[in-house]
């Protein structure tokens, strides 16, 4: 079955500090991946994702992600995070062929002021 | 344009009974996904329907149903409600589904079964 892994459940940051979240998943095939954020008290947001291309995405404010097929892995990165991005962080993939999204358990970020 | 619609956004029930949620989808998709969201579970998938077809089913037990409408709208239904069933269910909307777009979600429903 497939599966996707959060490594770190809670991070804790300071203001400027480089981020970096990851995100592995098991699944051999051809994927498409993302991540959603959620900030406190919001609904569900995507940051970015990846269907195909170049495996460097850009995402909103700031947020970029690497997909290395070789690895099964998805990272996120920030090189320089802010108080505004404490939130809980999902990585998902779908299989394409199939329509489940499978989730990640998230990643909770504070980021200290 | 309008946001996905979940509603109640509370519900308190007791163990024993059913209840159904709902969820109104952004305009013009045809794809509802619904959700389990608990504490360090991440989200679990339910069910995913497109065009009022059910296409894909997580792994939950026959307690939990759902069905989607010609005008797209979603209900999810549990009945013999368990203790274990308390969690925050979101519903997503999308164009072409979740795993292929990006989906929108509720701010879900929160369940507390007593």
């Known amino acids: 079955a497939q599966s996707v892994s959060q490594h770190n459940h809670h991070v804790i940051l300071s203001e400027a500090a480089s981020l970096e979240l990851g995100c592995n998943y098991s699944?051999?095939?051809?994927?498409?991946l993302f991540w959603y954020v959620q900030y406190p008290g919001q609904h569900l947001q995507l940051l970015l994702k990846y269907f195909s291309g170049d495996p460097l995405v850009k995402g909103i404010k700031g947020f970029e992600a690497e997909f290395i097929k070789s690895k099964f892995s998805f990272n996120l990165r920030k090189p320089s995070v802010q108080w505004s991005d404490t939130a809980e962080y999902f990585c998902?993939?779908?299989?394409?062929?199939?329509?489940?999204?499978?989730w990640g358990a998230g990643t909770k970020l504070i980021i200290k002021p | 344009k309008a946001g996905v619609t979940q509603t109640p956004r509370y519900l308190i029930k007791t163990r024993g009974q059913q209840v159904t949620l709902s969820c109104s989808p952004i305009s013009g998709h045809r794809s509802v996904s619904w959700y389990q969201q608990t504490p360090g579970q991440g989200l679990q998938f339910l069910f995913e329907y497109f065009s009022e077809t059910q296409r894909n089913k997580g792994n939950f037990p026959g307690r939990f149903s759902g069905r989607q409408f010609s005008n797209s709208r979603s209900e999810m239904n549990v009945s013999t409600l368990e203790l274990g069933d308390s969690a925050l269910y979101l519903c997503a909307s999308s164009d072409q589904g979740a795993g292929n777009t990006e989906a929108f979600f509720g701010q879900g429903t929160r369940l507390t079964v007593v």
């Open positions: 699944y051999g095939g051809t994927v498409n």
């Open positions: 998902a993939v779908n299989a394409k062929s199939n329509y489940q999204l499978i």
